[in-house]
């Protein structure tokens, strides 16, 4: 790396754990938002909040192709 490998990995080594911070941070904050938000009443003429469910449980979903076959 023409003498700057000790300059570039510790930089590869600083942006991968600031990647995973805010991973975990914006995973805490999410989780605490439907938290609050689980909290809160219904608004008036809608029923409990209902949260979405994953692709695959829905009625009129297909199976994910895995790309063999091709």
């Known amino acids: 790396m023409g ?3 000790a300059f ?3 930089a590869f080594g600083v942006a991968a754990l600031t990647l995973a911070v805010l991973w ?5 904050a999410q ?7 689980d909290t809160l009443p219904p608004l008036p003429g ?3 909040r209902a949260r979405m469910a994953p692709k695959d449980k829905l009625p009129n979903a ?5 790309g063999a076959g091709r």
Do not use: C, D, M, N
Not at 62 to 66: G, I, L, M, Q, R
């Open 3 to 5: 003498g700057y490998a």
């Open 46 to 48: 809608r029923g409990a």
């Open 62 to 66: 297909k199976p994910a192709s895995t």
């Open 24 to 28: 975990i941070v914006s995973a805490r």
């Open 8 to 10: 570039v990995w510790p």
């Open 31 to 37: 989780k605490a938002a439907e938290a609050a938000l």
